[in-house]
T-cell receptor, first 113, second 117 residues
């Protein structure tokens, strides 16, 4: 069965650079969530999209932006990277309907040096 | 408002003994409840979910959880711990916001389970 695909799996960037993380949800899922998980931390919700529109916003820095495209894939754009942005970034997809669970990708590990 | 409280940040058990990871929730609506597991340096995997059907839910790897509305709890249990169960466990509530069809995922802070030989 198809799962949530995230790319790249690993990314190393220097401070002040930009990074783009991609998420390809499970086919027919209409909702995408982005989470940031620092070392030893629980996942922190960043932002979500439902039917290509932003549906909820969490602790996403102003330096970050995201969007969901017509094919439902989503991209998280991160600019002016800081050392503290080093984390595991998860994407999850879900089919809205309340009882359905979110399926998570394997994550993108971003290291800022 | 909706919230999730995982009552223990760390739980340590011996291999072969029972596991109990506690989760309490608060929701103005009938919630859907999930337990996710995250092994070190791995992604998040769904263990089990409650969706207003049977109150006792069986999941993968021998885990189960019981939804108790009167206690607003959804504790995760396993009769006999295995070394491979050592991981971080997250209790998640899905609750309807005041408007729209989107349902937020509300996360507990996680419980780190250690299994000792």
């Amino acid at each position: 069965a198809a799962g949530v695909i995230q790319s790249p799996r690993h990314l190393i960037k220097e401070k002040r650079e930009t990074a783009t993380l991609k998420c390809y949800p499970i086919p027919r899922h209409d909702t995408v969530y982005w989470y940031q998980q620092g070392p030893g931390q629980d996942p922190q919700f960043l932002i979500s999209f439902y039917e290509k529109m932003q549906s909820d916003k969490g602790s996403i820095p102003d330096r970050f932006s995201a969007q969901q495209f017509s094919d439902y894939h989503s991209e998280l754009n991160m600019s002016s990277l800081e050392l503290g942005d080093s984390a595991l970034y998860f994407c999850a997809s879900r089919l809205q309907g309340g009882s359905t669970e979110a399926f998570f990708g394997q994550g993108t590990r971003l290291t800022v040096v | 408002a909706q919230s999730v409280t995982q009552l223990d940040s760390h739980v340590s058990v011996s291999e072969g003994t029972p596991v109990l990871l506690r989760c309490n929730y608060s929701s103005s609506y009938s919630p859907s409840l999930f337990w996710y597991v995250q092994h070190p340096n791995k992604g998040l995997q769904l263990l089990l979910k409650y969706t207003s059907a049977a109150t006792l839910v069986k999941g993968i790897n021998g885990f189960e959880a019981e939804f108790k509305k009167s206690e607003t709890s959804f504790h995760l249990t396993k009769p006999s711990a295995h070394m491979s169960d050592a991981a971080e466990y997250f209790c998640v509530v899905s609750a309807r916001p005041y408007a729209g069809n989107n349902r937020k995922l509300i996360w507990g802070l996680g419980t780190s389970l250690a299994v000792n030989p």
